[in-house]
Structures are given as C-alpha cells and as structure tokens.
C-alpha cells in the first residue's frame, strides 16, 4: 500500500508502559537509529522511584522522552506529539503533558477492567469520549504480537514480551528509521537464544508491516538528518561519557585509574562501565559501603593513582569526612556526585540539582573544594577531564557534579581527537626540596609551587622521600602535625587561596541582539532548558542574554563584570534558589530565582514565559 510521506522539522515521541515492558529499551533503540541516521536528539528516560512497583499501577510507569530534529537541539522537548501507552496506567500518568491533537498509540488489550480500575477508570477512555481531542490509534498490541508468533516454539508470556519489538518496529516504519542497527542489535544481544532471537525479530518486522498496511495511518513521516560539524558521531549516554571522560583524562596523566565506590542510583552506571576497561589500566574497587568507597580513592590517590569515587546525594553525605581529610592531606581526587531527588532517600530515580551547598560547604572546617558541573550528556565527557585537570595541577578534591537528567539523557557526541586532548602529565616528586642552615636538604610535604599552592606528590616507597599525612593539621611546609594557632590559621588561609587561584575560562555570553538588559544565568543540566527558552523568547522579538557556569569554585574571573552589564539576572535552578544565594552572597546582585524541584528538567515554553514577564517589568 503507498502511503503520503510527510515531511517534519521534529517529533517527540514518549514510549510509556510497565517496568518490565521494555519501554527503555524500545525508547534507546529508536534513539540509536535516529541517532545513526543522522538526526540531532536529545532523551530523557523517567524510571519508576519505587523498586517493583505494583504492574499497572502509576507509580509503577517507565517512560522514556526523545527528540529528534534536522535542526541543532538542547532538551528533549516539552510536550509529546506521540504517546505509545502500553497500559491504562501510562496513558493516565502521562496526559497531563499531551497537548490536544497528539497521537495517541493505545495498546487496548492492556485495557480490561480490573487495570482499568487500578487507576481509577470507571470505563476505557479509549471508548467514552474522553480522548476526542486527540488522534488516538487503539492497536491490540499483545495479540498481534503472540499471533505472528504463533509458529514459534516459545511460551505465550515470553511472546507477550515481544510487544516492545512490535511497537518498535510499528514507529520504525512511521518515522522512516533504518532497521539494520536494530536487528543487529537483536542478533548481539539474543546470540546465545536463537528461538528469542527470531522471536524477537519477527516481532519488529510485523510491526513494520502492520504500518505499512493498516489503514490506520494514511501518512509517514520524515524527519531529514540535522546539519552538523564534519567528525566521527556516536550516541552517548551522560554516564557513558563521563567514564570515557576519565579514562581518557588516566591516559593523558599517564596514570592508573581507581574507581573506589558503592552502587547507588543513578551514579551505579559509572561502575559498572569503569569495571569494563581493565586493559585501560582502569581498577575498580565495589566497596561494603560509601566510606570505604572514598577511603579506597584517598589510599589510592596517595599511592599515586589517578583516584575517583562516585556517588548520589546520600552519599556524598556519608562521604563527607574523609572528603574532609582529602582537602587537609591536599590530594587529587575527583569525586562525582550524579544528583537525585531529596532529602534522604527522596526520589532514587528523579532528578534535582539540589546538591549545590552540600559539595560546597557540606563538611566540618574550612574546607574549600572546587566544583565543575557537565551541562549535558556529551559534556559529561569535557566536565570529567577538566575535573582531573584541576585535581592533579592542584593537589586537591574536586567535586564533578552531575545529575539524574544529564546522566540518564543521551545525545550525538562528536568523538575527539585524542591529540586534542590536554596533557595531564603529572611530576611527581623524586628528589628533596628543602635547603637547612646547615646546607642538609630534607623533603617537606607542604612546600608549596609558588604559581599554584600545590605540594608535592611523592609515591610512597620513594627513596629519601619518607613523609607522614593524616587529619591533624600540619605545619606549613615541613608536614610535622602542629597545635600552633598561627600555623592554623595559615594553612587554612593558604588551602583557600589554592583554590581560588584555580585557573578556569572566562564566563561566557550569548547575546545575539547586543542590547538586552536580561540576563539568563544557570548550571548543570539547566542549560538546555534555558538555550531552548531563550530561542523561543528571541523568535518572538525578545531580547534576552544567556550565560552558563561550568565552574562553580572558583566563578569566572569576569562573572561580576558579566552581571553588572544587566538590569536584572534570572537563575533558574532545580532547587530551592541555592546559586541564586551564592550568587547574591559573592557579588550583591539581587539575582531572580526561578525554582522547581519536581524531579524532572525545566520546560522551555515555562522558562521563555518567564523571561517574557521580566524583560516586561525592566
């Protein structure tokens, strides 16, 4: 049957359904051949915060959000134009965020009456009349699956779980995605399983053919690939890239790396990547729990390793007097804390950038650690070099503050030259440093470069270079433990002056008109929520500044000349105001604060309305 191709500038399109119907694997499937086809994409997985939650329950919804464009984008979008709702409970879940006339794939054999009832239905919306406002397309996904699959010799429940391949395979064809990329994955991963693996792939391809002659869908659509810088592409996950970030950053030191950590969601990802690359010289160390995660890095740092521990929130609190010994023994270690939703266990599986004061302030002292923050997936890799950069220049922690969006998101990443990448080559120590009155030359651990305050690194073993660290403080240079008030005073002076002397790129600004007087000022994964407002406030003939912190200790050494060009800066943050007051307490600027803390990203039409209300009040 010829059907009318439609051409698109952008779909979103939001796969939702049970925990166990395959809705992430589906969603990052598609996203792969999009991706490999030659789109610009941006996704944004959402997981159940609840561990097995009740099957056709709300709480109990995986979805998984992609965009896909022929043009550069930053988010993966604000609203749907296509919801695939495996069960009552992802249609109902999920319609707050449908705006009228989106498709509506509906799988009705999930709609009987007891799920119906589970989430408060007293009859199928698919049949009342309640969904007139949109282009709903009920398609009995399950039986159409289990009956291609009927010559099969597998058990029904194990065609069931095919569905996901069907819809795949049915939005496939929608959309004009290749195929290849997918059976070649199917063939990987159901190697070992010939039976599931033709399954599987008869699956797909009938749902393919059911596009093509059902008379449901009159149309395809197209999507053309985006327009990019010549290079090598892959699809990344933010995690993915961070570990490819510090295995690169390892190789550019010349150093092993050391992962000491314990599982938590949604940094777990990072572990198991790392523990995948020993041949990198990469050493992962699964540790009985958070404190023996970081005390494994601090050993490791000390012994010479490139050391790295990755953890959430909760973590980082259980973490946070070793961190404390690490910034006393000045030495380099990047810890990654992937932000969640909280207080305590909060929301396991959401994400917040509520984290900002704890890696700031969160431990006892003074005790200053620097702070960089990835604005996407892609940039998760550049953050985590960077993080290594100012650790081993500076002896010093440093915090690498990701989050659940950016970690979980993926997007094109464009695969670096490896010549391009900084040299991180560390000298360490090998000889004495200290002249006496006397003419005898000693090493001192804390004598200081004189352009970046860092001590010496001096591998324990090395001849001659025998020294004592711990959590007392130490005298200035010689390293011996001192009660001196002076002497404390001065070390915490010079711990500070360190890293404020860290050397990190101007803030930059986005003003393409040259004469607003608003300033948008974010971090983290805000970045593409804002980038995305700040184009719609500017189609619409506002006049609006961007600018986007990576570094969060020390700021840009021009942050206070770049907010005092503007009338008014507006922070939006997935927290309570937390870079609002930091900003308000550095440079007295009576910053607006713009917050949400639902555990999901900024929309962009939200964030352009607000710039429109306070360009109007300037």
Not at 6 to 13: E, F, H
Request: hydrophobic share 40%; net charge negative.
């Amino acid at each position: 049957m010829s059907k009318q191709v439609v051409q698109l500038s952008r779909v979103i399109i939001r796969f939702a359904g049970d925990s166990g119907d395959g809705m992430q694997l589906t969603g990052d499937q598609f996203t792969s051949r999009t991706a490999w086809f030659g789109n610009d994409v941006a996704t944004l997985p959402d997981f159940p915060a609840e561990i097995r939650a009740p099957a056709g329950t709300i709480p109990g919804v995986s979805a998984f959000q992609l965009h896909f464009a022929d043009h550069d984008i930053t988010t993966a979008g604000d609203t749907p134009n296509v919801l695939v709702a495996m069960n009552p409970a992802a249609l109902k879940a999920n319609m707050r965020d449908l705006p009228r006339g989106a498709d509506i794939i509906v799988n009705t054999d999930e709609f009987t009456p007891r799920n119906l009832a589970k989430v408060g239905y007293a009859a199928s919306p698919v049949d009342d009349g309640s969904l007139e406002s949109y282009s709903v397309h009920p398609i009995p996904l399950t039986s159409l699956t289990v009956e291609a699959l009927r010559s099969f010799d597998i058990t029904k429940k194990e065609a069931e779980r095919a569905k996901n391949m069907f819809a795949l395979g049915l939005l496939s064809w929608l959309y004009h995605r290749p195929t290849e990329g997918t059976l070649t994955f199917l063939k990987q991963k159901f190697a070992k399983k010939p039976q599931i693996l033709a399954a599987n792939i008869a699956a797909f391809e009938a749902g393919w053919s059911f596009g093509e002659t059902t008379e449901d869908f009159s149309v395809q659509y197209e999507v053309q690939p985006a327009p990019m810088l010549a290079g090598r592409y892959r699809n990344i996950h933010g995690n993915l890239a961070l570990s490819y970030g510090l295995i690169a950053a390892a190789q550019r030191a010349e150093l092993p790396l050391f992962l000491g950590s314990y599982p938590i969601t949604p940094a777990s990802d990072i572990l198991h990547e790392l523990s995948k690359h020993k041949k990198f010289d990469v050493m992962t160390f699964q540790a009985e729990d958070e404190i023996a995660g970081v005390g494994s890095a601090i050993g490791a740092a000390y012994g010479g390793m490139l050391a790295v521990t990755t953890t959430s929130g909760p973590g980082v609190a259980l973490k946070s007097e070793a961190i404390g010994l690490a910034v006393s023994l000045e030495l380099p270690l990047v810890i990654v804390d992937v932000q969640r939703g909280g207080p305590s266990t909060g929301l396991p599986t959401k994400t917040e950038q509520a984290d900002l004061l704890q890696a700031m302030f969160g431990r006892n002292g003074e005790a200053p650690v620097p702070i960089v923050a990835p604005r996407s997936p892609g940039d998760c890799f550049d953050a985590a070099i960077e993080a290594v950069r100012i650790a081993t220049t500076y002896r010093t922690p440093v915090f690498l503050l990701s989050d659940g969006y950016v970690a979980n998101g993926s997007e094109p990443w464009r695969i670096p030259d490896v010549d391009s990448l900084p040299d991180l080559r560390v000298a360490f120590a090998t000889e004495h440093n200290h002249t006496n009155d006397d003419g005898s030359t000693e090493f001192w651990p804390f004598q200081r470069d004189p352009e970046t305050l860092a001590r010496p690194w001096a591998v324990p073993g090395t001849k001659g270079l025998e020294h004592r660290i711990g959590g007392i403080e130490k005298a200035d240079g010689i390293g011996n433990i001192s009660y001196d008030p002076d002497n404390h005073d001065r070390m915490t002076r010079l711990r500070q002056a360190k890293v404020d002397g860290i050397t990190v790129p101007d803030l930059e600004v986005a003003d393409p008109d040259g004469d607003a007087r608003v300033l948008m000022l974010g971090w983290g994964s805000t970045y593409g929520p804002i980038n995305a407002a700040c184009e719609i406030a500017r189609r619409s003939g506002v006049s609006v500044a961007q600018a986007h912190l990576r570094h969060l200790n020390p700021f840009p050494a021009n942050t206070a000349e770049v907010l005092r060009r503007y009338d008014k800066v507006v922070i939006p943050e997935m927290n309570l105001g937390q870079l609002a007051l930091l900003i308000r307490g550095r440079y007295l600027v009576d910053a607006i604060s713009y917050n949400q803390v639902r555990g999901l990203p900024f929309k962009g039409e939200e964030l352009a309305g607000v710039i429109k209300d306070v360009v109007a009040s300037v």
